[in-house]
């Protein structure tokens, strides 16, 4: 009787999610996006997809880190082929080095607007068009009636949508977005011991998640994806083995 109980418990969370706008696209690397026990947080186990995740960036460091923690992001979001759409106004992002974490910046349209109004229409409107992966739309801040339009569309289209907020004035304002991140750049290691820039290295906050947990993590961009630092652990291992 006690498992029969389980079972439907299981099945209405599982059926309140779906309402929601859980709809997680399939991943082809069955490991998901390699953020390890961070993917714990999310629902079900699985990054949410179909939805509205939101940067908050302070200050240009943390911005520079999260363009790049959204690229590997994109990297897997793209691996069926499907472009993205990046807009911004005064875009920093120098398309050749998402290359870096497996971005093609030809798969990549970038958009470059003047006001804020035509930020969010534009959003809006690529949020609709179900051919794409995902759309990164640059903009301070969004009021929680801006940020409901854009979630219905995403939850329409099936479109992955990035609200990327740099110096917000009203970092911490009620929007409905699934996901809420904060991404702040850590020491990186050398490669090899050879002096020079190594690895990405983030602390990445999950601040809120819709039916989900918040927590702090490290994450590293290793071999040409995400590397959380017990996964780090157990690859050092797995290499000490095979060179013994």
Known sequence: MKTD????????????????????????????????????CFPNSVF????????????????????????????????????????SRNRKLFPPSMERFGVDPQQVIFIDLNYEKEILW?????????????????????????????????????????ILRKQPKYARSATPCTVRWQIKPQPSEMVDEMPGVGNPIWEVNLLKVRNGVTGTFQIQ???????????????????TKQAG
């Open 221 to 239: 961009w290793l071999e040409d994806k995400f590397a959380s630092f017990d996964q780090k652990i157990a690859l050092a291992v797995l290499q």
């Open 5 to 40: 109980k389980e079972e439907i418990v299981a099945q209405l969370k599982k059926q309140i999610l779906e309402t929601q706008g859980f709809k997680p696209a399939p991943i082809s690397n069955t490991e998901g996006f390699g953020l390890g026990s961070l993917e714990a």
């Open 122 to 162: 534009t959003t809006e409107e690529a949020l609709k068009c179900e051919g794409l992966a995902c759309v990164v739309a640059e903009i301070p801040d969004i009021s929680f009636a801006q940020s409901r339009r854009l979630q219905l569309a995403t939850e329409k289209s099936g479109v992955t949508g990035i």
């Open 48 to 87: 949410p997809t179909a939805t509205i995740h939101e940067f908050l960036s302070e200050n240009l460091e943390d911005a520079a880190s999260s363009e790049g923690f959204i690229s590997g992001v994109m990297g897997k979001l793209m691996e069926n082929g499907s472009p993205c759409i990046w807009i």
